[in-house]
């Protein structure tokens, strides 16, 4: 890529110094990085980070050692670097045998001063739209954005040009970004992006957000743990969520799970979970049955302890379970879902994907939730269609009844709905009821609590309550197609 190429934009850098500790067994892992991010800020042509040793210092944790129904188990206390104030602390649980449940245990670290970017700006103001990851053959689109259907290439993984630089190479991302004012798009490399989102130094390198170490609890090794490093500095290792899985299957148990336990919507669980005061939390049907794919896919690690081999073996009986579900299981959603996506994945950059793996027929467990949520898409729509055609049905069931002017016995109607409206002269109550042939009554005001009919399960007026009275017939009404009797003065038949 040459420099005469690129399309000088300015930008605006900006500082900070900070102080990070870090243990000395992880001291030549920090050097390593920093090294990493002079090399990087040389490239991209940025203020190269600077670092000064401040010295060292000790920390020191109280660790007292419980059993629990027999097992073993070490309770860290608050980190502090002060020794008396531990030593202090640990006389404390001395007990009148002389023994002490706890121990001392403590963190050498270096501690340095870092001078690093906190914020690149761009001159232009730009947003991005969404991200193709190559990689992994995904759109991604930002929040409420959708990337342009016409730009996103046929093949997810082929190379793509960079609009800004003008190359066309193999990429991991190409990130899409739309002026604010002109709404120009644009597509361009990671190198790139910096001129149109600003760069945003701590967020790419995720790693110098993590050099503060002691943002984090000891181990019960009395350290921090190797494997919380290893995804950063360990290469590659196998990842059981990137075996690939059948779509059809997928789908599926999806349907078989919704016509045999039931849907619940995300937004109904939220609800629920908020409004909810004993602790019990509910998940979404996407969420259970993803977690539940995950499971099914993935068998138990190997092991000669008895909960490796009892967890395997339940597995395999869950296993043998689902199998039996998937063999007798209806594939006829399956058409249903591409069907489905072919009518909408031009506007909707998830759908873009659920498409790719219902072309190809398989999908990476780790991306089961695109498959999963669009069935619940789906299924969603179609509950809130089958609802309103209901609707539709029972509303032109309804006729108007008796004569304007004249008073009608009206025998065990149903309280459907209670709205209402602040006016005037203060709150007015809306009644919405129907009668056992469908139709429909409304009833302004009041409704006295002694019209309640005697094998009313509900005893007060509100939804579900069933009244009795005689109503004299004050209009004839059409609401959004539903023919309803507006009801007057009330009284007992």
């Excluded at 629990?68 to 045998?97: A, C, F, Q, R």
């Excluded at 072919?342 to 994907?353: A, G, I, P």
């Excluded at 219902?358 to 898409?377: E, N, P, Q």
Aim: hydrophobic letters at 30%; aromatic letters at 12%; glycine letters at 6%.
């Amino acid at each position: 890529m040459s420099d005469d190429n690129i399309q000088e934009v300015k930008l605006e850098v900006t500082e900070e110094t900070r102080i990070v500790e870090i243990p000395k067994f992880k001291v030549s892992v920090f050097k390593s990085i920093i090294k990493n991010v002079t090399r990087y800020c040389k490239y991209l042509k940025l203020p190269l980070p600077e670092v000064k040793s401040l010295g060292e210092k000790s920390y020191y944790v109280l660790n007292k050692r419980i059993a629990i129904n027999g097992t073993s188990y070490i309770m860290n206390n608050t980190v502090t670097d002060n020794y008396e104030e531990i030593k202090t602390e640990l006389k404390k649980h001395d007990n009148v045998n002389g023994f002490n449940p706890c121990t001392i245990i403590s963190q050498e670290v270096e501690v340095f001063e870092i001078n690093i970017i906190e914020e690149v700006k761009p001159e232009n103001e730009w947003e991005i739209l969404g991200v193709i990851d190559h990689v992994e053959s995904l759109v991604i689109s930002a929040p409420n954005k959708q990337i342009p259907h016409e730009l996103i290439p046929h093949n997810l993984s082929d190379s793509s040009n960079c609009d800004h630089c003008h190359t066309k190479r193999q990429r991991n991302k190409t990130m899409f970004v739309q002026n604010k004012d002109t709404h120009e798009t644009k597509q361009v490399g990671g190198t790139c992006i910096r001129y149109y989102l600003g760069y945003d130094y701590e967020r790419i390198l995720t790693l110098i957000t993590e050099l503060d170490l002691f943002r984090t609890d000891f181990g019960e090794s009395g350290g921090w743990d190797d494997e919380d490093w290893y995804d950063g500095f360990g290469g590659g290792y196998y990842n059981p969520e990137d075996e690939i899985v059948s779509v059809s299957d997928s789908v599926k148990y999806f349907f078989w799970f919704v016509k045999n336990k039931g849907y619940t919507s995300k937004a109904s669980a939220e609800r629920f979970n908020m409004n909810n005061t004993d602790g019990r939390e509910k998940n979404s049907t996407s969420q259970d049955i993803t977690q539940y794919l995950r499971y099914i896919n993935v068998p138990p690690r190997g092991g000669s302890s008895r909960d490796a081999k009892d967890a395997m073996e339940e597995w395999m009986e869950d296993n043998k379970k689902y199998q039996d579900i998937i063999k007798k299981a209806s594939n006829e959603y399956y058409d249903i879902m591409k069907k489905f996506i072919e009518e909408r994945y031009r506007d909707n950059n998830f759908l873009v994907n659920s498409r790719n793996f219902f072309i190809t027929g398989g999908v990476k467990i780790k991306h089961l939730r695109y498959v999963i949520s669009t069935c619940s898409m789906y299924w969603g729509m179609k509950l809130a269609e089958d609802a309103k055609n209901v609707k539709k049905e029972e509303t032109l069931k309804s006729n108007f009844v008796g004569e304007v002017g004249e008073k009608v016995p009206l025998l065990n109607l149903t309280i459907q709905n209670i709205s209402g409206f602040e006016g005037s002269f203060g709150w007015t109550n809306i009644y919405r009821l129907t009668d056992d042939k469908g139709n429909i009554f409304t009833k302004f005001g009041t409704i006295n609590p002694r019209f309640i009919t005697d094998d009313s399960e509900v005893t007060e007026i509100e939804k579900g309550a069933i009244v009795s009275f005689t109503a004299e017939i004050k209009k004839h009404d059409t609401y959004r197609d539903a023919k309803q009797t507006v009801l007057g003065r009330l009284s007992k038949i």
